[in-house]
């Protein structure tokens, strides 16, 4: 998973250290822990289910995604967090290792985000992280920038 993720953001024009590390980064704890920075700092890509088709929310780890705002950014009527099982057909990847990019999803990036020069990703397992200029990734990824925080 490792190499599809560094030859997506090349494709991107990213140019991101992806680092595997002997402890696991699944979480926006165990991520935080072991990069050294504040749960803030890592973002956190979810995948849910609006209006049955799979869209990536990629959220500050610092706060929950209020699931309402993200129906509303994308004028849906329904949605719900996908299944592992969901996830895995949607992006290529399992929960807790989701890139926030390599498929082809449309992408709602969490404003908090950008208060930071650089924030942590998930690079396509649950052990790799690389770090990346949240702004950049989303103009790479064409991602909506958006308040997603629940209050």
Do not use: Y
């Amino acid at each position: 998973m490792r190499e599809k993720v560094n030859a997506r953001a090349r494709e991107l024009g990213l140019d991101v250290d992806i680092t595997t590390l002997e402890r696991p980064t699944r979480t926006v704890q165990e991520a935080a822990t072991a990069v050294g920075c504040n749960a803030a700092a890592i973002e956190k890509s979810i995948v849910f289910i609006c209006d049955g088709d799979p869209v990536l929310v990629i959220a500050s780890g610092a706060h929950r995604v209020d699931m309402d705002k993200v129906a509303d950014i994308l004028d849906g009527a329904e949605i719900r967090q996908a299944t592992p099982d969901e996830v895995r057909v949607a992006t290529g990847f399992s929960v807790g290792g989701v890139a926030p990019f390599g498929h082809d999803l449309p992408v709602v990036l969490d404003e908090a985000l950008l208060e930071h020069d650089q924030v942590w990703a998930a690079g396509g397992d649950g052990n790799t992280l690389f770090s990346v200029a949240p702004r950049k990734l989303a103009d790479c990824i064409h991602a909506r920038v958006a308040d997603v925080a629940a209050a």
